[in-house]
């Protein structure tokens, strides 16, 4: 059976190895018949609760240590789901068993935040994986983290950088798929359609655009039971005119993921604007001696202004900024959130000095929303930027979890 690499790497980082307790219950065979969704399950190893312990005050949050309350399986499903270029394409995730399974608790789904790693065998970070054995453990509960289209069994594709559609898809396809294998009555597993999503950064933006592909296809029979979304892209066309409009240096890792979201628009809605007339004359060839591969971040092999008063023609700029680009306009809208308003409830989490993911994503979407009585909440971090903002959604995250245990829910 495959195992994880990152599984492993997280071991050795705690100075452990994987528990030699075997699972209360192998998965079964890879591909039963007639199923929809499901292809295949391979078993990873068992992860113990002292080794959880030891990981939250390694990586700076001690004082959830004692939260783990079970021993925690990973495995990796193999699922199909739907993309442009294909009918039926095979992806896949991750998926956290605690030993000590309660079915009466939600399925959570944890959305993962930006990875330029292609060649990963999962989208999954090392941290993030830490931070759903974490609530599997503490929780009790399943946890599925889907690689998203470009990692893992479909890494041979390039990651739709910040495609709501297939964000919310993968996802709502995985729930689908761990259903069908749950439904199997020779596992140790069930399945509960009340469903917790989370997820930060891109993660943040996907968290969102599942709950709305859930809500806006009825026929699957899932709800909503809370939605934590941290500091995702939500209004990607003020966000484009923002950093497209800015004349200060953004950080190579900004600019970087915003060249992979035109990347996105290029490769997958065909965006017509020539790159010649995107780029300035010297960031054009720069970018030209990499054949315009602008995904995974790559950008940082080569030198490039990452001021865009620098980077992009003027043309270019005031087309974006005087709202005259009417193709990039509505790409721009599919993929940002801001015509959904949720039925079920919604939590935003920002940090208000988010120099990667600017802060108006949140501010955007929020006042939409509530304005259309939204079922939206929001927690600010003053002066939190990306990565400080972290830990104020990892409170509110494992806070309304256990909220939602003690069957007290309150906004």
Known sequence: MKKYFHIILFCIALVCGCSEK?????????????????????????????MLSSGATSYGYGKYASLPESDVMVHRMVYTTNYPQF??????????????YQPQFPTVIFQHGTNGNRDSDTGITLMESFFCMMISSAFHCVVLA????????????????????????????????????????????????????????????AAVALHKTIENTPSVKLHVAKDVAGSGAYDMYAFAKAIISSDKPLGKTAMSSFLWVLHTYKNDYHYSKNYADIFSEEDNAALQSIDYDLSYNKPYIVNFHDNPALLFQPAFVKAIVNDGDAEFLQISQTNSMMNF??????????????????????????????????????????DGDHNTTLFLYVDVVLNRLKLYLQSSYTQ
């Open 22 to 50: 075997e699972p209360s219950e192998p998965p079964e065979p890879s591909e039963p018949p007639g199923y929809q969704y499901f292809v295949k399950i391979d078993e990873g190893g068992t992860v113990n609760r002292a």
């Open 341 to 382: 308003v949720p039925n079920d409830s919604l939590i935003f989490v920002y940090g208000t000095h988010d120099s990667w993911v600017f802060p108006l994503n949140t501010e955007n979407a929020f006042q939409v929303m509530s304005k259309d009585d939204g079922k939206v909440l929001s927690y600010v971090q003053p």
């Open 146 to 205: 889907p690689d998203y289209i470009g990692y893992g069994e479909s890494k041979s594709v390039v990651h739709p950088y910040s495609h709501a559609e297939s964000l919310g898809k993968t996802g709502l396809d995985f729930i689908l798929a761990y259903r069908e294998y749950a439904a199997n009555p020779k596992v140790s597993v069930s399945f509960n359609p009340e469903i917790f999503i989370t997820g930060y950064s891109e993660g943040g933006q």
């Open 87 to 100: 009918t039926r394409l095979n992806v896949s995730g991750t998926l956290f068993v605690p030993v000590d």
